[in-house]
């Protein structure tokens, strides 16, 4: 079921290229719903019962001698993130339907093809693969960032594609130096993650702090933390709107994900010994990216900078170490992908009537779009974290597991390393987010009426605007209902979701307290060797 999942989208792309390039948008929204469905048959067929284990998988032998396959699988965290991405590429396809007029071909290839690696990211179950497929996404977004971006698209996209490459080599020669470890021990290759992660997490502390290190080189560039995020803000800025959407809804959770996956199973003893540091990371970016908000003018930069914030809680959860932490930086990848690629959404759909990302040239928008308001001002409350919406559950549980990290639970060993302090100053990102939100509504949304005229690159100067509504069409409706329906159903049961994820985020967390509670000296000598 999973290799159908991704031969759909191949399917598609093939389609595309021989095809008329009028065609491509609606073999595009076809394909991509074809995949939406066939995921959601994938979900059915999940025994949630024993959602730790590793279902639906499949293996096909690669290159033999070097232990390699072709290995797909998913737990329940992966399928979640499966479901994310196959829900917003049909709803990103929908969204550019009229905004991209020149290569529309080539537009709708990509971003086909960026699915193709996005699934594969998640159900790999060789490392090499998921490799392969978490560095080929960088391909498809630097042309969707060059080609169809803004008027500095070409820096933006070499320079997402320098941070992102450089540091995902840095991240590939830690996993190697973990399958050469298990080659030196068994005598044998294998890229398989499961035995893998076994091998790591019987490293000393040493060689753990340096396949740690080498792994954030490349997810924490990816997600993006303090202080490697620089390049999220231009690349965010400078694309496409379904660019943008996938940017920050799937893109930035591989980071996240890898993090989650890799480092910490992996890494047990030096991800509890350096939680401290990668905290203090993530509550710097959250309040200094939340004070960058505050001034911007550029509406999709402020978008970009509130991602670089609110990935800083989803981070946070995992250092805390803890059920609630990790479940709630699970959450928070699913809800950050929802409310903020809706809120790209909305910001392109006035960009496209009016050219321009500018507070200083637009305002007052609930005079003249009333229906583009009721979703600006939902998401924006979903974003801002309001009870009853899907943001407050992963912020909350994201600051009660740093609160509550390094205290004993069920009799298990004390090893979160943070604390409250941790949460408190964490919690003043949610304080600076309502700010900066809020003010940014009231400017754009019930301010005073303002719009830029033809000779400053409105409106009247693009003739196939013309045919666009003055407040969103039923197509732009469509896009964004099936995302607050989501934002409202995960806030009011949230349980959904953390029913599911439960037993393996217990089974990552107890790994890292059982590696923890051993005398590692007794387990392991420097060069690695178990006893």
């Not at 401290?276 to 939340?290: E, F, N, Q």
């Not at 959404?345 to 990302?357: A, K, P």
């Not at 732009?476 to 439960?502: H, K, M, N, Y």
Request: charged share 10%.
């Amino acid at each position: 079921m999973l290799l159908t999942l991704l031969l759909i989208p191949t399917l598609t792309a093939l389609i595309i290229m021989l095809r008329p390039a009028r065609q491509a948008a609606l073999i595009a929204l076809i394909g991509s719903m074809v995949a939406l469905v066939w995921a959601c048959f994938v979900w059915s067929a999940f025994d949630f019962g024993d959602s730790a284990s590793i279902q639906l998988a499949a293996s096909w032998t690669w290159i033999e001698p070097m232990g390699l396959s072709f290995s797909l699988g998913v737990d329940s965290v992966a399928l979640m993130l499966v479901m994310l991405t196959a829900l917003l590429i049909p709803l990103s396809v929908l969204g550019s339907w009229t905004a991209i007029t020149e290569r529309v071909r080539e537009f709708f290839l990509w971003l086909i093809i960026l699915e193709i690696a996005m699934l594969a990211v998640f159900m790999a179950r060789d490392l090499l693969v998921f490799y392969l497929a978490f560095e080929f996404t960088l391909v498809p977004m630097f042309f969707l960032i060059a080609v169809y971006g803004s008027t500095n698209r070409a820096r933006a996209s070499i320079i997402f594609f320098l941070y992102t490459f450089t540091g995902s080599i840095i991240t590939l020669v830690g996993l190697l130096y973990v399958a050469w470890l298990q080659w030196s021990h068994t005598g044998h290759w294998t890229f398989d993650i499961a035995t893998l992660t076994a091998t790591a997490a019987s490293m000393s502390a040493t060689q753990q702090a340096w396949v740690l290190l080498a792994l954030c080189c490349g997810f924490a560039v990816k997600v993006p933390l303090f202080p490697v995020h620089t390049w999220l803000p231009l690349a965010h800025t400078e694309a496409p709107t379904a660019g943008s959407v996938i940017l920050a809804a799937v893109l930035l959770k591989l980071g996240t994900y890898g993090l989650y996956r890799f480092a910490m199973p992996m890494c047990p003893v030096a991800f509890s010994q350096y939680a401290p540091l990668i905290a203090t990371l993530c509550i710097i970016g959250i309040i200094y990216a939340a004070l960058v908000c505050w001034v911007q003018r550029d509406v999709k930069r402020l978008i970009a900078y509130s991602s670089v914030s609110h990935l800083g809680f989803c981070v946070l959860g995992l250092a805390a170490i803890n059920t609630a932490g990790v479940s709630g930086s699970v959450m928070y990848m699913i809800n950050h992908g929802l409310s903020t690629g809706a809120l790209f959404l909305c910001i392109g759909m006035v960009y496209e009537r009016y050219h321009t990302r500018s507070m200083d040239e637009l305002g007052g928008m609930a005079r003249r779009m009333p229906i583009w308001t009721f979703f600006t001002v939902f998401f924006v409350m979903s974003s801002v974290g309001l009870p009853g919406l899907n943001g407050f559950v992963g912020e909350f549980l994201t600051i009660f597991g740093a609160f509550t990290s390094g205290q004993p639970l069920q009799g298990l060993p004390t090893t979160g390393p943070l604390g409250p302090w941790y949460a408190a100053f964490a919690g003043t990102g949610m304080i600076l987010a309502a700010i900066y939100l809020l003010y940014f509504t009231g400017h754009l949304v019930f301010g005073k009426y303002h719009v830029p005229d033809a000779s400053h690159g409105g409106v009247h100067e693009h003739a196939h605007h013309h045919r666009l509504p003055r407040d969103l069409s039923l197509r732009e409706v469509l896009v964004l209902t099936p995302l607050a329906i989501f934002c409202v159903w995960l806030g009011v049961q949230p349980d959904a979701i953390l029913s599911r994820i439960e037993a393996p985020v217990n089974q990552v967390v107890a790994s890292v307290e059982f590696a923890n509670s051993q005398p590692l000296a007794a387990l392991v000598t420097e060069d690695g060797e178990g006893r």
